[in-house]
């Protein structure tokens, strides 16, 4: 069973950062896409950031300069680097892997931006 666990999540200070992991477990067959993404209290969850196996990566605007995606292809890892961070970034960070085999979910880790 394939699982996907995330850490890193905090209490920061406006201006700070914070760097999210995810370790997939369980893996078959070689992941195509590993997407963070974020949901708000009262707001749908968005895409943050995606990377492809090939390295392709898309960022939603918001982020783009402040946030770096990254994979560990050999380990099945993806990481978030979250630099200048503003109290609009607080959410619960998600963790997503798709493939042709696959669509899994973490459980979720908490943002929190102080002002």
């Known amino acids: 069973q394939v699982q996907l666990v995330e850490s890193g999540g905090g209490l920061v200070q406006a201006g700070g950062s914070l760097r999210l992991s995810c370790a997939a477990s369980g893996i078959i067959f070689p992941i195509d896409t590993l997407s963070w993404y974020r949901q708000a209290p009262g707001k749908q969850r968005e895409l943050v950031a995606s990377?492809?196996?090939?390295?392709?990566?898309n960022y939603v605007d918001s982020v783009k300069g402040r946030f770096t995606i990254s994979r560990d292809n050999a380990k099945n890892t993806v990481s978030l680097q979250m630099n200048s961070l503003k109290p609009e970034d607080t959410a619960v960070y998600y963790c997503h892997a798709d493939s042709s085999w696959i669509d899994c979910w973490g459980q979720g880790t908490q943002v929190i931006v102080s002002s």
């Open positions: 990377i492809t196996r090939g390295g392709s990566i």
